[in-house]
């Protein structure tokens, strides 16, 4: 009988930023009155910089008044194994209509209703990644 063994790799800043292109759903980690909050988002990944849009509200409160914010994305590469990237960096609200454009975040789709027409951009201060693989001996 066989039994599972795990193991554990750093990803490199490279994997990192490739495993990213393959996912669209994050989570954004914003400082809070309270604490922190965390929201799921849809992202884009382009030249090492994370994209997103957002509705008024709470988010774009939480940035403004905090800019450092931490995101995270993880996801699986069918059987073979499960990965986990934390981008930790600065957050900022984007005017540059070029730059909202050349970086992809318009053609996101989103999940909920309201509109989103505030583009975010998180620029990393660190990136790392975790692989976990399960392998039977």
């Known amino acids: 009988m066989s039994s599972p063994s795990a193991s554990l790799d750093e990803l490199s800043d490279e994997q990192?930023?490739?495993?990213?292109?393959?996912?669209?759903v994050g989570r954004l980690a914003v400082r809070a009155a309270d604490g922190v909050d965390?929201?799921?988002?849809?992202?884009?990944?382009?030249?090492?910089?994370i994209y997103l849009r957002s509705a008024p509200g709470g988010k774009l409160v939480?940035?403004?008044?905090?800019?450092?914010?931490?995101?995270?994305?993880?996801?699986?590469?069918?059987?073979?194994?499960?990965w986990s990237v934390v981008v930790r960096g600065t957050a900022e609200r984007l005017a540059n209509d070029a730059e909202i454009e050349e970086s992809g975040v318009l053609a996101l789709?989103?999940?909920?209703?309201?509109v989103k027409w505030n583009y975010i951009?998180?620029?990393?201060?660190?990136?790392?990644?975790?692989?976990?693989?399960s392998q039977k001996t």
């Open 62 to 82: 939480a940035i403004t008044a905090s800019p450092s914010v931490a995101f995270e994305v993880d996801g699986t590469r069918g059987q073979d194994y499960y």
């Open 16 to 24: 990192c930023w490739a495993e990213l292109s393959t996912a669209t």
């Open 121 to 133: 951009r998180i620029t990393p201060t660190t990136i790392s990644g975790r692989r976990f693989t």
């Open 38 to 49: 965390v929201y799921p988002v849809n992202f884009t990944a382009h030249e090492k910089a």
């Open 109 to 114: 789709t989103t999940a909920t209703p309201p």
